[in-house]
């Protein structure tokens, strides 16, 4: 008994000195040196967003490389987050059963690559720290200590019990942006859940294509009834830039050149592919394509086995018929964590007459696309160098808080994922 009560006293101590993050930002973020091609997905289904149901059988998995190479002593935790990634105040005990952190174990090393790296992955919940509350959560990876941040991951943990949503995408209702925005509509069929204010406590949260920097938080219902209730708005509170789609290349292979690939091999000992040079396009008319909404797929096919993917410069050159003056121009996905990244700017080559920047990525499959940020903003337009449209297939990811009335925290009561209609 007394081995137990010091083992709580222990894990108590942990959460009350763990709820100091502001080392960390709530966002999917790498902070240490080195890390790359980090993914967090369903162990089940690695393109779509990383939830799972709470008390069930499923996981998720991370997965990263750290071409580092010093030998890190990696450990995480989970902190619980509002509906809109704030931290929500609550203790780790709260929401976790058994230790409040625990240690990646599963590593291994690049096999016969020019570029060396480490690759970690994590599959969790596990039996050493499991989660007992729906919600939004970030998943922060640090080395030995919480002093030393490595990344940190957005996951959502679902009730059982889940509401219904019924969503459709079609062309915005506003006349004046009908045909350059998509508009997302639903109707949440609330079941079992009793909700006393629904006003004040039922809160949605709209996603566009994994994109955290344009979603939209804090949703409030327009219209509805006792059990059901209407997010359909005509004013804009909705609707989304459409977009074009993204524009695509593949490196899966050094051997040969992939999809939109003009050359790739060896350069003075390393890795380069070039991809075929890009038009801004932002007047043209919607032209359909096969895309996977931004993301992108890690693999190589010139060997077998695992760890045999090549890290490799990939240039990316973009030539305009109008001057993108006013800002600056980045190339744009999941290939930047959904980031601006300064080594993601572009920058003009007189001889060449010409945009052009370098990424250093793993071999793969990847979508991406060229945005815009003017001087002196944060915000992110995808308009001005892709165009806008509202034929554009994208991936709306919607999710459906509950606060109970004098409660502590957000419950994530309902989930669903729609397409243009």
């Not at 690759?119 to 080395?143: A, C, K, Q, W």
């Not at 043209?284 to 693999?299: D, E, H, I, L, M």
């Not at 999710?399 to 309902?414: K, P, S, T």
Request: proline fraction near 3%; charge should be negative.
């Amino acid at each position: 008994m007394k081995k137990i009560a010091l083992l709580f006293c222990c894990l108590t101590v942990f959460a009350l000195r763990a709820q100091d993050f502001s080392q960390i930002s709530f966002t999917d973020m790498i902070y240490a040196k080195g890390i790359h091609s980090v993914q967090l997905y369903h162990s089940s289904y690695q393109m779509g967003f990383p939830i799972f149901t709470l008390h069930s059988s499923e996981k998720l998995t991370l997965t990263f490389d750290d071409l580092e190479g010093d030998g890190r002593y990696l450990k995480y935790t989970f902190i619980h987050c509002t509906h809109d990634w704030k931290p929500d105040g609550m203790n780790q005990i709260e929401y976790l059963d058994g230790f409040m952190e625990d240690e990646i174990t599963e590593y291994s090393y690049s096999f016969n690559t020019i570029t060396n790296y480490t690759h970690y992955t994590l599959t969790f919940p596990g039996e050493m720290m499991r989660i007992t509350r729906s919600g939004n959560y970030i998943l922060y990876v640090y080395d030995d200590t919480q002093d030393n941040p490595v990344l940190t991951r957005r996951f959502a943990v679902l009730e059982p019990n889940t509401a219904g949503i019924s969503a459709t995408v079609h062309r915005a209702s506003d006349v004046s942006v009908m045909y350059s925005k998509q508009e997302v509509d639903f109707v949440a069929n609330t079941g079992n859940w009793s909700i006393r204010n629904p006003s004040l406590y039922l809160h949605a949260s709209i996603v566009q294509n994994g994109r955290w920097d344009n979603a939209i938080l804090g949703l409030r219902y327009h219209s509805g009834k006792p059990g059901e209730y209407s997010f359909d708005y005509d004013d804009n509170s909705n609707t989304f830039n459409g977009g074009s789609e993204f524009r695509v290349f593949d490196t899966k292979s050094l051997k040969y050149n992939g999809a939109r690939i003009v050359s790739s091999g060896l350069e003075r000992g390393d890795n380069h592919a070039y991809v075929l040079e890009d038009l801004a396009r932002p007047y043209g008319p919607y032209v359909s394509g096969t895309t996977a909404n931004g993301r992108c797929y890690y693999k190589t096919e010139d060997y077998e086995g695992a760890n045999r993917e090549e890290y490799v410069n990939t240039h990316f050159t973009l030539r305009s018929d109008y001057p993108l003056e006013g800002g600056k121009v980045y190339v744009f996905g999941e290939l930047t964590d959904w980031r601006i990244l300064p080594e993601a700017e572009m920058t003009y080559n007189q001889s060449l007459g010409a945009m052009e920047t370098t990424l250093f990525l793993k071999q793969g499959y990847y979508n991406y696309q060229y945005v815009f940020v003017p001087k002196g903003k944060k915000v992110i337009d995808e308009t001005t160098v892709e165009g806008s449209h509202w034929e554009t297939r994208n991936e709306y990811l919607i999710l459906l808080y509950l606060q109970d009335e004098g409660g502590a925290y957000d419950r994530l009561i309902g989930y669903q994922t729609a397409h243009i209609d």
